[in-house]
C-alpha cells in the first residue's frame, strides 16, 4: 500500500476466546471430539429457552412494527421500563433518557474507549475481560493499566495495588469494576464497592461497572449493584440480556448513566456516545421490545431462580472435582458462569506433557509449540486441546502474569458436566506429574 492503513493502537485488539477457536477445528478436523469450554454461549452449551419465551419472541416476530427503526436510544418503553427497574434499587434515580442502547456490550465498550482522547486512561482489574483490555490498549496504543484480583484472597482486589496505581498515575480518569466478574467469577461486596468509590470521589474519577451478570448468583450470594453505591459521583452502568435471558444471538446491551450532570466532562462524554447512536441510526429493535415482555412476565423470577440454583450447583460439583489437586489454586465461584483455575507456578514446568495418540494432532501440537515466548499456561492449554479435546482459554490471555485457565459452568447436561471436568482434573494431575 502506499502509506499504512491501520490506526496506532489498532494490532492492540486480540480476543483469544475466540482465537483458540482455530486451533480447536483443526484438532476436530482430525477426527478430535470437541469440548467447548472457551466462550460463555449458554446456548452452545445445551440451555433450553423456555417455551413462554419462545412465545413472546414469536408474537412480536409477526408483528409489522418490530421490523422498523428505533429511536437512536432505543425503544421508549423499554428505555422507561429498565430506569424502573434500576430507581426500585433506591439508590441513583435515572429516566429513560439515561438509558442508551447498542448493539451488544461490545459495541457499547467500543464506542466508549473510541471517543476517549489516547491519554486519558480506564484502570481495570486483571485477569480482565478481553474486550474491555483490547479496547483500552487500543484506543491508548500501549499495555493496558490494571489493577490486581487476588487469587488467595477469593479474588477480591488489592485495593492498596489499585489506590497507588490511581495517585501515582494522574492519566487515569476513571475505574472500570466488573461485578460479577469475569473471568473469576467472583462477586463484590458491598464494602469492596465503597472503596472503589471513595478511590473514586478522592481523585475525582469516572466509575464504570460491566453488571452483565448482575442477576447470575447462587448458593447465597446476591450482588450489589453500583447505583446502590455510587452516590453523586459520574458512573456508567454496562448491561445486557445475552446472558442472563439467554439470548447472545441477539446483540442486545444498554449504557446507564448516573448523575449525568456531575461533572462537564462527563455529560460532553454521554452527549457524544448519544450522537454517534443517532448517526448509526438506532440498534436492533426485536430484542429490545422483548425485554419489558420476558422480565415482567410471571415466570420470569422463577426461571432466572431455577437457572442460577444449578450454576450454583455446578460451581459445587466443579469444587468437589479440582480444589484438592496439589499445584492448582482453586475458589469456587460465586457469580456469572465462570471459574479461573491458576497454576501455582513452583509446579509448572516447561517440558511437561500428556499423551497425544493420534500422530496427526502431535504434529500439529509440536507446530503450535513452536510459538516464540509461549507463556506456560498456554502450552498447557494446547496440551488439553490436544490430548482430550477439551477447549480453555489460557489466563496470560487475560492480561494478567498469572498463569491458568478459564473455564465455563454452562454444561445443563450434569452427566456431561461432571464428566468433563472429572477428565479436566485427570489432565491437570498428569500434566503436573510428568
Keep these: 500500500m502506499r502509506t499504512i492503513l491501520l490506526r496506532p493502537g489498532a494490532e492492540e485488539l486480540n480476543y483469544e476466546i475466540r482465537g483458540i477457536v482455530k486451533k480447536a477445528r483443526q484438532i476436530e478436523a482430525l477426527g478430535q471430539t470437541i469440548t467447548w469450554e472457551n466462550i460463555g454461549d449458554p446456548i452452545q452449551k445445551n440451555n433450553k429457552i423456555p417455551t413462554w419465551i419462545k412465545e413472546i419472541v414469536s408474537e412480536l416476530v409477526s408483528q409489522d412494527h418490530t421490523y422498523g427503526y428505533a429511536d437512536s436510544k432505543g425503544v421508549l418503553e423499554t428505555r422507561k421500563f429498565l430506569a424502573n427497574l434500576n430507581n426500585q434499587k433506591k439508590g441513583v434515580q435515572i429516566t429513560a433518557e439515561d438509558v442508551l442502547f447498542f448493539n451488544g456490550l461490545g459495541d457499547a465498550i467500543a464506542k466508549l474507549y473510541q471517543f476517549l482522547i489516547p491519554t486519558a486512561r480506564i484502570i481495570g482489574p486483571s485477569p480482565a475481560y478481553s474486550t474491555h483490555s483490547s479496547a483500552e490498549a487500543a484506543h491508548a496504543n500501549t499495555a493496558p493499566i490494571t489493577y490486581k484480583l487476588d487469587p488467595d484472597n477469593q479474588w477480591l482486589p488489592d485495593m492498596e495495588d489499585l489506590y497507588n496505581k490511581v495517585k501515582y498515575n494522574p492519566s487515569i480518569v476513571g475505574i472500570l469494576i466488573i461485578n460479577p466478574d469475569n473471568p473469576t467469577g467472583m462477586v463484590y461486596p458491598k464494602e469492596v464497592l465503597d472503596g472503589f468509590v ?40 454496562l448491561k445486557g440480556i445475552s446472558k442472563e435471558f439467554p439470548w447472545p444471538g441477539s446483540r442486545c446491551g444498554w449504557m446507564e448513566f448516573y448523575n449525568r450532570d456531575a461533572s462537564k466532562e462527563f455529560s460532553k462524554l454521554v452527549q457524544t456516545l448519544e450522537n454517534a447512536k443517532m448517526i448509526e441510526v438506532c440498534s436492533t429493535i426485536l430484542p429490545q421490545i422483548s425485554i419489558p415482555k420476558i422480565m415482567s412476565h410471571a415466570n420470569y423470577k422463577s426461571y432466572r431462580a431455577a437457572e442460577n440454583e444449578k450454576i450454583g450447583k455446578r460451581s459445587q460439583i466443579l469444587n468437589e472435582l479440582l480444589a484438592d489437586i496439589p499445584g492448582i489454586k482453586f475458589n469456587p465461584t460465586q457469580g456469572a458462569f465462570y471459574n479461573t483455575i491458576v497454576f501455582d507456578e513452583a509446579f509448572l514446568k516447561s517440558n511437561q506433557s500428556l499423551p497425544i495418540e493420534n500422530q496427526q494432532v502431535k504434529v500439529l501440537l509440536e507446530s503450535w509449540l513452536q510459538e516464540e515466548n509461549m507463556p506456560l499456561d498456554k502450552r498447557f492449554v494446547y496440551y488439553l486441546l490436544a490430548s482430550t479435546g477439551i477447549c480453555v482459554v489460557p489466563i496470560s490471555s487475560f492480561c494478567s502474569d498469572l498463569r491458568g485457565f478459564r473455564v465455563t459452568l454452562l454444561e445443563d447436561d450434569e452427566v456431561t458436566f461432571k464428566n468433563t471436568f472429572t477428565r479436566l482434573a485427570d489432565a491437570i494431575k498428569a500434566y503436573l506429574g510428568s
Excluded at 474519577?205 to 459521583?233: C, P, R
Design 198 to 237: 471513595r478511590i473514586a470521589r478522592e481523585f475525582k474519577l469516572l466509575l464504570i461497572a460491566d453488571e452483565i451478570y448482575q442477576n447470575i448468583t447462587y448458593n447465597g450470594i446476591e450482588a450489589v449493584a453500583l447505583s446502590e453505591v455510587v452516590g453523586d459521583l459520574p458512573a456508567i452502568s
